[in-house]
Each structure stands twice: as structure tokens, then as C-alpha cells.
């Protein structure tokens, strides 16, 4: 299987060895047989029950709870750089569905997307064991993890689920600046311009995500499931153990659940939205505010302000 790449959304399709090569992992990966059950598309038409729409408190609770816990100085993390997919692990037709779904779904957020010949910024593998592939990864000292804690990559082991997502984030200027590092000092130095309480100074941009998904755990999905679920993986660094109710795609993997979402909820779509407007540099707790506000008022189809 070759590369694939639909050049003017930045969409690459390859196989697993190809894929690392391209993200700049260790050149030692190997390509993986395709799955056994694959998800098939469907052409049946799809009846949407009503649903009551959720009032300001359960949006604001159900926000806050997949919503990283951040320190009050450091904002919500979100990319800021165009989004670039790379994608491997099934046959070439379902892996360009999910990728050209996700990057359907980043353009409805309001994400810019890579142009012809992107360096990919967000990986999706569909693999044979997700966990094992990442502990794979981490003795190998792949760049996939290089840039997460020790904290965070034990969580990411202690998880026996069927999916695994590593986001590497940076802290910049409320610009874009960089850090650097100073000259007189040799610690990490970044200008500021001004300060605020309402706003901080500085920014935090996802820089990259990678996106692990066992195969055997898609038996039964849709490429619209697979694609949706995993594109409020890639763009928000979200807490989906939390999500709780068929509010949200973030239930799709939960154990125990009878039902599934079909594709990104109401919620799940104004989520994205509102994670991605507005300033980049409010404190968490006014951003989640503020999203609760955006989500409400979406589903309730009264414009932005």
C-alpha cells in the first residue's frame, strides 16, 4: 500500500512503517496487517431522535469535566498552526474516509488546515494493541512521547482501553513568539508585552497528536464514528473517562454502554467551535465559561455575540 495524499486538504494515507517515517519516529516501524472486521460505510438513512436540549448547568458541568484541569496561568491548550492528518492501519479507501471526515470536522470548527505537501501534525494508527504500542514507542524514545511528563505517560499505561493519544503542547507568547532561551541567564525566557487578570500573557498550542486506536475495538462502527470520535481526540486534549450520558461521541469506547452517538453530537460540534473561538490566552476557568456560553447558545440557535 503506497501513500496516498489528497493534496489540497493535507491528507496522507500510508502504511504504518511509511506513516512514522513521515512523522519523524523511529525508521524501525513496522506495517501492520489490516483488520479482520473492518468498518463498512453505510448508505442506510440515519433517524435522529429528539433530544431535550441540556440546560447552562449540565453544559458548564459537562465542559468543565472533560476539559483538562489547568493552573490558572496556563490556558486551554488548542492547535494554532494549520492541522495536517496522517493516517495507517487499514485499507487505503476507509483510512482517506476517516481523514477527509476529520478534516470535514476541523473546517466546521473554524481549524485551518495544511496545503499541498504539509508536514502532518496529527497521526491516527489503528493498530493491534494500542498500549502496547505506545510502551513499544517509549522504549524506542520516540519523538511520539518525547515531549509528554512521566506523570502523564503513566496514566497513559495505567489505561486499558482500546485507544491511546499522546499530544505533545508548548507555551508561547500570546503572539505565537517562541520561548527561548537567554543569553545571560540560560533559562527558558519569553517577552512579555503587558499583564492582566483577566488574561494571561501567553498561550499553549498542541503541537501534535498522535492517536492510537486498537482494530479489534472497531467491529460495528461506522468511518463517520471512527472519524468523529477521533477528531475530538486530535483537536481538544479532552478528558472522555469523564463523559458520561449520550451527550457526546467521548462515549464510543466506554465500557458498558448499550448505546452510541452516530456521529459528533450538538454538543460535541459547539464544543470544537467554541474551544477554537475567542482569544487563545483566557484563564481555563473563564474560558470554560465562556465555551459553556458559546455551546448554550448554539444549540439553542441564538447568534454569537
Keep these: 500500500m503506497g501513500i496516498a495524499r489528497i493534496a489540497a486538504a493535507g491528507v496522507y494515507a500510508t502504511t504504518l512503517a511509511a506513516a512514522f517515517l513521515l512523522w519523524g519516529a523511529a525508521a524501525s516501524a513496522q506495517s501492520i496487517p489490516a483488520a479482520q472486521s473492518r468498518p463498512e460505510p453505510s448508505d442506510e438513512a440515519i433517524i435522529v431522535v429528539g433530544r431535550d436540549l441540556p440546560d447552562i448547568v449540565k453544559l458548564r458541568k459537562l465542559t468543565r469535566e472533560i476539559t483538562p484541569i489547568q493552573s490558572a496561568d496556563q490556558p486551554i491548550a488548542r492547535f494554532a498552526d494549520p492541522i495536517c492528518v496522517i493516517t495507517s492501519g487499514l485499507p487505503k479507501p476507509y483510512l482517506l474516509q476517516v481523514a477527509d471526515r476529520m478534516l470535514a470536522d476541523a473546517t466546521e470548527a473554524g481549524i485551518r488546515l495544511a496545503g499541498e505537501q504539509c508536514k502532518p501534525n496529527i497521526a491516527v494508527f489503528f493498530v493491534d494493541d494500542s498500549r502496547a504500542e505506545l ?58 508585552t503587558h499583564a492582566s487578570r483577566i488574561i494571561v500573557p501567553v498561550r499553549r498550542d498542541i503541537m501534535s497528536t498522535v492517536v492510537l486506536i486498537d482494530r479489534a475495538a472497531l467491529k460495528g462502527l461506522t468511518t463517520i464514528q471512527i472519524a468523529d470520535y477521533t477528531a475530538m481526540r486530535a483537536f481538544a486534549m479532552v478528558r472522555p473517562a469523564n ?28 464544543y470544537l467551535k467554541a474551544l477554537y473561538a475567542g482569544a487563545a490566552n483566557q484563564r481555563p476557568n473563564a474560558k470554560v465559561a465562556d465555551m459553556a456560553r458559546r455551546i448554550d447558545r448554539t444549540l439553542h440557535g441564538v447568534p454569537q455575540r
Excluded at 463523559?243 to 450538538?266: K, M, R, Y
Design 243 to 270: 463523559a458520561t450520558g449520550g451527550d457526546t461521541i467521548l462515549t464510543l469506547f466506554a465500557s458498558g454502554a448499550t448505546t452510541h452517538p452516530t456521529e459528533l453530537t450538538g454538543f460535541d460540534r459547539a
Design 135 to 192: 510502551v513499544r514507542l517509549q522504549s524506542g524514545r520516540s519523538t511520539i512521547v518525547g515531549g509528554i511528563s512521566p506523570a502523564d505517560l503513566r496514566a497513559l499505561l495505567a489505561d486499558r482501553g482500546p485507544v491511546h493519544v499522546v499530544s505533545n503542547s508548548a507555551i508561547r507568547g500570546q503572539d505565537g513568539s517562541p520561548i527561548y532561551i537567554g543569553s545571560e541567564t540560560g533559562l527558558p525566557t519569553l517577552s512579555l
